[in-house]
Each structure stands twice: as C-alpha cells, then as structure tokens.
C-alpha cells in the first residue's frame, strides 16, 4: 500500500481515538517528545540509512520506530487541532 494510503487508514482508524481526548489529554499528546537517549538512537540510524550503512536488523529497527512516528505524529495532529479548535477566547 503506497504511503499516502497507509497515513489516510491510519488518521481514519485514529479518529475514534482522538474524539476520547480531553483538552488535557489533548495537551500531554501534542507535546510528547522522545527521550534524549531514544532520540540519540533514532538519529544514529536515520544517519546509517541515508548513508545505505544498516544491517537488516537495524533496518527493521528502524522502520518500526518510523512507523510509531508516523502514528504519534498522527495523534499529535488530532491533538493540536482539539486544542485549536477549543479555544476559549
């Protein structure tokens, strides 16, 4: 399934998820950040790969964490736009 398709299933199937948060959850979503020792992990391999240097099993790795990205950063979207779209003047 080409990319695009995948992000379109996966903010569909995230939706329901995303009408469950409160404002405060919302908040706690949409500033949730690595660790500093994940984020040194995730730099190493993002930096093997551009450079085509990661075994299998990095690669696997890897492409596991790209993939939790992708639906965090999903979340984070749903998030931020709960909290834009509450906002109390």
């Known amino acids: 399934?080409?990319?695009g398709h995948a992000n379109t299933?996966?903010?569909e199937g995230?939706?329901?998820v995303a009408r469950c948060f409160?404002?405060?959850?919302?908040?706690?979503?949409?500033s949730l950040r690595a660790d500093p020792k994940l984020q040194t992990q995730l730099d190493?391999?993002?930096?093997?790969?551009n450079e085509g240097e990661l075994t299998?099993?990095?690669?696997e790795r890897y492409e596991a964490y790209v993939e939790a990205i992708d639906l965090i950063s999903i979340l984070q979207a749903k998030a931020r736009k709960i909290?834009?779209?509450?906002v109390t003047p």
Do not use: H
Request: charged residues 35%.
């Open 56 to 59: 299998s099993e990095e690669r």
């Open 14 to 16: 995230l939706e329901p």
């Open 83 to 86: 909290l834009a779209d509450n």
């Open 22 to 30: 409160t404002r405060e959850v919302a908040r706690e979503v949409a």
């Open 1 to 3: 399934m080409p990319i």
């Open 44 to 49: 190493a391999l993002a930096t093997k790969a």
């Open 9 to 11: 299933v996966l903010e």
